[in-house]
């Protein structure tokens, strides 16, 4: 896997926002109440999300609706 398709891989929390059309105030809320899909926290203290635990996230809010 090149390098490309690694950073493609992790989503930022503003991508991760706008795919999910909810603010950042949101995400953060769903975080702090472990709502939220599972993050990296990258040693600057930035989050990633891998598009991969999104995608099972979203799985288990359709099973649960």
Known sequence: MD???RSRDKMTVDE???????????????RQKGRAPRCVKLPNGSLRIRRS??????TDCEGSA
């Open 3 to 5: 390098g490309s398709s």
């Open 53 to 58: 635990d999104l995608e099972n996230w979203l």
């Open 16 to 30: 991760l926002c706008a795919e999910l059309q909810v603010s950042r105030s949101t995400f953060y809320d769903w």
